[in-house]
DNA sequence: CTGAAAGCGCTAACAG
DNA sequence: CTGTTAGCGCTTTCAG
């Protein structure tokens, strides 16, 4: 910046003011200067300014994952997409991160050590506790996961309880007696979905019963065990609900090797609406999360908590979408 | 920090050394205001430290999606996974930014403007010329992507002919005689897949039929109506070679909404072998490509090229991962 | 082993 | 409208 402005005949001050649209600088001086540090490649170092503006205009996303692996669920990333150009749309800059269990210590040092203005919780809330001591010491961050009703965090999250009510009760209304359940229930929004599941048996009249009502994760080989289990002591079932579309394929696929139509003998019903389901056959029956408004609403909450305003809760509506493997 | 050296009775050059782990600080002295920056939740501010440095231990990863929607593609996904765990280790932050069509010049800006140390650009590469333009600049970068023979810039990527080859003259081998195209040529990538298509059919003495190399994306309705087309003419074919698992998925979900059996009439493999995968039904052959090492690759050459080592190309091989769409 | 001093590259009062 | 000056919070010679 030093060069430029000597080239230009003008102290630093001008340059700096020149480069960042201040009105200060009539029009003719900041095309000069522009095209100077345009022939130059010349770039205000964002760093440096940050530091003296004691801003970074970054935040922090963190992707809370058990697996080492690949970021694994499908619905999770599209998230991350939307909150991706949305902090784009603000102008801010994006620090993603994994963690693992064990690492809780490095989301408040983010913070501390001046990384990032504030951070996006995304991912699996066996953290609750944790999110709870930052939230109460003042660190900002916006949350994607179940609205627990302890928490101090601002949190957005899908109305799991009702979209697992509506995924039962569509069931219910195709004629289903005995619907299973799939789904993680140590995860509280599988919880909240699995209590959805719940009401909607009791307000028909079922009786729900513990045996067809399974934690299990995709991919989990006990998936087919469990359902061959099932058939073999003529444990009927008719249906599935699945706390999750990758689960519910998951599913479909040992279903169907082992010979049951679906949605002939058994119908499904996952939850996410990942891009795959409508392309599947059977075409995937779903629960779509807003995955445009979940990225909008995390970056708007937390800009509001880095704002100091108090803390919110979204909560977004669940939609059904019924396609063929409840028809 | 001065607050810590004043507490401590020493002077900051002291806070700065024992907090960076100097050799020249006796333990004692460390431990006492180590403890002491713990209870005040105290971290080195990272922007300022990188100032002073003149580094700042950051890369970019720049995904470029023409879609403005979510990052589509799982596999790249489990790149970006992969880049994210590698840099980690290597104790560097990532910057995650989505770049679309006509954004070209804010690559060079992160660099420019001191935000990264260089980029790992992952996605599709219409930008070939641009990339190329930078790396004779000097920006230091890894690409993921098809290694193109003219290409200024160190790549890594899957040996895509391979694995197209291995792909088709598997489904020679399991008696096919009509095989079917399905990717976007317009994708350097997808091309070369081609290419080995081509190159199986040829050694085998099989005929190509431009008629049924199509380019298409997922999720493409006119996958649906060309293969009805097909059909409806006649023009049997009898598998397909898809060039991503995604788009294979699509395939598969026509061809049986039209009643066709897979992989009994017509055999099907995809390209990636995405998580789900092997737990579709009909479980989906595929061609992996070897996730984790990609991040490692691309992690390894932009450490290299920004310590100023020549530019090198890594290309992992291919492998065919056989299941039931084509058995 | 420790401290004083000099900036990293930039912006924002403040005074022209 | 423009320049001078004083730092942002840290690290690192260079002298003790």
């Known amino acids: 910046m030093a060069d430029i402005a000597r080239m230009a005949g003008v102290s630093t001050a001008t340059v700096s003011r020149a480069l960042s649209g201040s009105a200060l600088i009539p029009e003719a001086t900041r095309q000069r200067i522009t095209d100077l540090a345009q022939s130059l490649n010349y770039r205000v170092n964002v760093g440096a300014a940050n530091l003296r503006k004691r801003d970074v205009q970054t935040v922090g996303v963190v992707i809370l ?24 749309e603000h102008g801010m ?6 963690l693992k269990e064990g690492q809780s210590h490095r989301l408040s040092e983010m913070v501390e050590g001046g990384q ?45 309880e009702q979209g697992g ?3 039962t009760q569509h069931l219910i209304a195709q004629g289903c007696k005995s619907i299973a359940y ?8 599988a919880g909240a979905r699995h209590q959805g599941y719940l009401r909607a048996l009791h307000e028909a009249g079922l009786q ?39 689960t519910a394929i998951s599913i479909i696929g040992a279903l169907k090797e082992r010979g049951i139509d679906v949605p002939g003998r058994v119908k499904v019903v996952g939850y996410d609406d990942i891009a ?49 493997s409840t028809q």
């Open 208 to 246: 729900e019963d513990p045996r067809l009502q399974q934690s299990f994760l995709f991919g989990d080989t006990r998936i087919r065990a469990s359902i061959d289990q099932w058939l073999d002591r003529a444990q009927s079932f008719d249906a599935v609900f699945a706390a999750s579309d990758v």
């Open 93 to 98: 800059s994006l620090l993603l991160t994994r």
């Open 182 to 189: 799939f789904g993680d229930l140590s995860h509280p929004e």
């Open 165 to 167: 009510y509506l995924a």
């Open 65 to 88: 994952g058990e697996s080492m692996q690949a970021i694994s669920d499908p619905f999770l990333l599209s998230i991350l997409g939307t909150v991706a150009d949305t902090l784009d």
């Open 276 to 324: 795959l389901a409508a392309h599947l056959h059977p075409s995937l029956s779903s629960v779509r999360q807003p995955t445009v408004d979940a990225g909008k609403a995390l970056v708007s909450l937390l800009l509001g908590a880095i704002a100091g305003q108090p803390k919110r809760t979204v909560v977004l509506p669940a939609q059904l979408v019924v396609r063929e």
């Open 116 to 160: 990032v203005n504030g951070l996006i919780v995304i991912g699996q809330l066996t953290w609750h506790d944790h999110l709870n001591k930052l939230a109460a010491r003042g660190i900002p961050m916006a949350v994607w996961g179940a609205c627990l009703p302890d928490a101090l965090y601002p949190m957005v999250g899908g109305d799991n």
